[in-house]
Structure formats: structure tokens, C-alpha cells
């Protein structure tokens, strides 16, 4: 009776899910409605054409927000990273509440619409540097640099790959025969 009653189940499973509707009588196509139009509701983004002028201008757009100290911008292409500096003795939910200002303030620019905001100390300093090597000409390397040092501090050293130096091959005979 019971061996049945599972069939019967799984039966009725499988039957309801084979069954085929046609999805394209479910809801109206807007295709097929000449009535409905949409209008664009969000900012459209500039193209950078003057990076310099940009990271100048976003700069100033986060300084301009109460509890940002100083601002760092980098602009890439279509993209601007932006680093706020804050008082280091705030609290976390503080700092969140001043980068979101400053996204809001971007929100509503052109140029800042599609920025990226971080109030990350390291994160910030490293942007200030890849600005200055920007200013110094040579932008990639400095990138390249900075990019590296930032991986660098994400990876994990695990304690097991850590090569002793071949000074410390030879002394570590003699250490052990001290104990």
C-alpha cells in the first residue's frame, strides 16, 4: 500500500511538471502595446574627456561633505575611483553614513553617477599615490605598483611557506645543540 502510494506521488510530480503552457500568453508583450513608453529616470554619465578636470571636480564635490577631511581621485578611462579620508576616531556606522553622502552627492552629478567610493584608509592612500605617479607620467607603472602592494596585503603568508634563509640553515644545528 505504501509502495503505491509514493508512485502515485512521484506520478503526479512528474505529470505536473511536463505540462507546457504557452509563456507567451501569460502577459502582455509591450511590443504588441504601442502605449507604453518608458522615460530615463537616472542620470546619464558624461564621457571623460579630461580626466584632470573630473578628479578635480569629484574631489571637491566629496570635500564638500560634512566629516570628509581630504579626498583622492583617480580617473581610468570612463571610471573614477574616489578615497574620502575621515576622522580615524569615528565609529563604523559614522564612516558608512559619510560615504554614503558623498555616493548621493555623485548620484547626482554626471561625471560621478557611476563613481566608486571608498572610505578605506589604505585603499585611500594608495589612490592618492596612484594620482601622484599620474601626475608624474607614468601612470601604468604606478598602477601596476600600487595594484601589487594592495594583492599583496589581501594574500594570506602561511606560516608553512616560509623559506629559511640559508644563514639560518647552518646556525640552527648549533642553536639546538645550546638546549
Known amino acids: 500500500m ?11 510530480i512528474v505529470a505536473t511538471g511536463c505540462s507546457t503552457v504557452a ?18 529616470t537616472e542620470p546619464r554619465k558624461k564621457e571623460i574627456t579630461n580626466s584632470k578636470q573630473v578628479a578635480a571636480h569629484l574631489e571637491q564635490l566629496a570635500k564638500g561633505i560634512d566629516g570628509v577631511t581630504n ?8 571610471t573614477a575611483i574616489v ?11 559614522r564612516v558608512g553614513t559619510i560615504k554614503y553622502s558623498v555616493a548621493e552627492a555623485f548620484h547626482k552629478d554626471p ?10 584608509i589604505d585603499i585611500s592612500e594608495r589612490i592618492n599615490e596612484i594620482g601622484a605617479d599620474i601626475k608624474r607620467g607614468r601612470p601604468i607603472l604606478g598602477f601596476a605598483e600600487e595594484l601589487a602592494d594592495i594583492v599583496g596585503r589581501i594574500i594570506p603568508q602561511m ?4 623559506m629559511p634563509d640559508e644563514l639560518e640553515k647552518e646556525n640552527a644545528p648549533q642553536k639546538n645543540k645550546k638546549l
Open 111 to 120: 561625471y560621478g553617477v557611476d563613481a566608486l567610493v571608498t572610505a578605506d
Open 2 to 12: 505504501f509502495k503505491w502510494f509514493i508512485s502515485t506521488i512521484i506520478i503526479a
Open 23 to 40: 509563456r507567451n500568453e501569460t502577459s502582455p508583450s509591450p511590443q504588441n502595446n504601442g502605449r507604453v513608453k518608458t522615460q530615463q
Open 159 to 162: 606560516p608553512r611557506d616560509v
Open 83 to 93: 578615497g574620502i579620508d575621515v576622522d580615524a576616531k569615528l565609529d563604523r556606522s
Open 71 to 78: 579626498a583622492h581621485c583617480v580617473v581610468f578611462g570612463n
